[in-house]
């Protein structure tokens, strides 16, 4: 039996048999056996300012984060469709407000105001959009069906696909 290449991502584990990846990395998930995935937007919030009670990122950091997300988003659902195993640990949501890149003005000359619109993105957009995760609370895990998939610190349920 060969031995299986693990992969985790956005989080790191004391074992010299799993590869770290960072979160910001443009790594195929195609090239390892097993992969576990940690969602976070932790890099990327040191930099926010805050905007009605949730941070808010530059134009800059907001590109780049909604490029990693579609990246993880897109490379687990290669991997999942290949055959791959990956396993997500859900981390608390976490969400910031990213820049659209679309811009109003009001007002002519020296009083123009040029307003930047924004829209709330979270760490779970790293997750492809079959699934559905439910984010929960509780101090108890209780079984549930086979047709479900149970992860995380807090509960946190995923209809099962297979």
């Not at 105001?113 to 699934?131: D, F, G, M, Q, W």
Request: glycine share 4%; aromatic share 10%.
């Amino acid at each position: 039996m060969s031995i299986k290449k693990i992969l985790s991502v956005g989080f790191e584990l004391a074992s010299n048999d799993v590869k770290y990846c960072n979160i910001q990395s443009d790594a195929s998930l195609l090239d390892w056996d097993i992969v576990l995935f940690k969602p976070n937007m932790d890099s990327y919030l040191s930099y926010a300012e805050i905007f009605q009670g949730k941070p808010s990122l530059s134009d800059s950091y907001s590109f780049q984060l909604k490029e990693r997300c579609e990246h993880w988003r897109r490379e687990i659902k290669d991997a999942v469709e290949s055959g791959k195993t990956v396993i997500v640990f859900l981390s608390e949501l976490q969400e910031v407000y990213v820049d659209t890149g679309q811009r109003t003005y009001s007002g002519t000359g020296r009083n123009q105001k040029t307003t930047r619109h924004v829209s709330l993105h979270s760490n779970y957009t790293t997750i492809p959009e079959a699934i559905k995760p439910i984010s929960t609370k509780g101090t108890a895990i209780k079984l549930v069906s086979k047709q479900y998939l149970c992860f995380g610190k807090n509960l946190k349920v995923y209809p099962n696909t297979k």
